[in-house]
Each structure stands twice: as C-alpha cells, then as structure tokens.
C-alpha cells in the first residue's frame, strides 16, 4: 500500500470537505478550490479526516492513490494557509515593479516585459529585485513562478537572470586567460 496514500488528513478547523459525485470541493478562509476525482480511487471523510481509498490493486490504481492523496492534502493546505513562491533578481540593471495588475519587469532586453497574472495569482514585489507569488493553488502558484523565471533564467557564467530563493546555480569558469 502506497505509504503516503495511506496517510489520512487532518482538516483544519476552518476547512471544510464536500464530496459531490465524482468532485471534491475544499473551502476554507482564503478560498474554495475543486478536483475531480479518476475512478480507482474513493474519498472518505470522517471524524474530521478525510482519507483516499483505492477500489483495486491496478498498477494505476496504486499510482492515483497516493497521487490524489497529496492533491487533496495540498487542497486543505492552500485554502487554509495559502501557497508562496519567492523569485530573486540578479543583475546589473535587472528589475521588477507593479504597474497597476501588471508585473513589469526590465530583463536586460531592448524592452520591458509585462506578465499578468491570473485572476487567483497575487504578485508583490517588496523591492525590485523579489517577487512574491502567492495563491492558493499550488500547482497554479508554481506555474506562474515557473512562467516568470523563463523570461531570464539565471545563467551559468555570470549568474545573471531571475531564480527561485534558496536555487543554487552551478557557475562555469569562463575562457581562460591567455597563457
């Protein structure tokens, strides 16, 4: 049995659980987010935990179990306490700025770019050179992250570009000097 599958998830005072035929809907102070269920698995809850069940013992029976497990438990997380990714900006010039709902950010390239993002998505930029992206969907967090990072990803030489807090960067030693 899948040893995180298995695990049951405790639901915060403030989250709340419904199950409407094959859709799992978790509302909680921030939000209210929902997932459809595949057919090899079943939710259960009970006693303020909610646990995931698999009907058989298919190889993609075991392999939705544990994978909706952690879908619902990110679920109850995010409605509860919310999702936040931070970038870092490195590089002579390289900034970021909020123009009304717009991210603008100046990258080095003959102009701004300008990324906005959707409507769940919060971007702060508490100086310009962080980014906060918050929200209550991890996936959709760490998409939007992801989006941002490829205008400039950081590259290797220099180290110049927009990275995630705490990514280290192997760096490449350049040309040798002349011998």
Do not use: W
């Not at 929902?34 to 646990?51: I, R």
């Not at 980014?131 to 959709?140: C, M």
């Not at 992250?145 to 760096?171: D, L, Q």
């Amino acid at each position: 049995m899948s040893r995180i599958g298995k695990m049951p998830i405790r639901l915060a005072d403030q989250a709340k659980v419904e199950m409407k035929d094959n859709t799992i809907s978790v509302s909680g102070p921030k939000g209210t987010l929902k997932q459809s269920l595949c057919d090899e698995v079943k939710v259960v809850v009970e006693d303020g935990a909610v646990t995931v069940q698999r009907i058989d013992d298919s190889k993609r029976a075991k392999a939705m179990h544990g994978l909706y497990r952690m879908l619902i438990s990110n679920m109850v997380e995010g409605v509860t306490k919310g999702f936040t990714r931070k970038l870092e900006i490195t590089g002579v010039g390289y900034r970021a700025e909020l123009k009304s709902d717009l991210l603008a950010l100046t990258l080095g390239y003959s102009h701004m770019i300008y990324f906005k993002a959707p409507g769940d998505i919060r971007i702060d930029v508490p100086e310009p050179t962080t980014i906060l992206v918050s929200g209550i969907d991890k996936a959709l967090v760490g998409q939007v992250a992801a989006k941002i990072r490829s205008f400039r990803k950081p590259e290797p030489y220099r180290g110049k570009g927009i990275r995630y807090e705490g990514e280290v960067i192997r760096r490449k030693e350049g040309k040798a000097a002349g011998k």
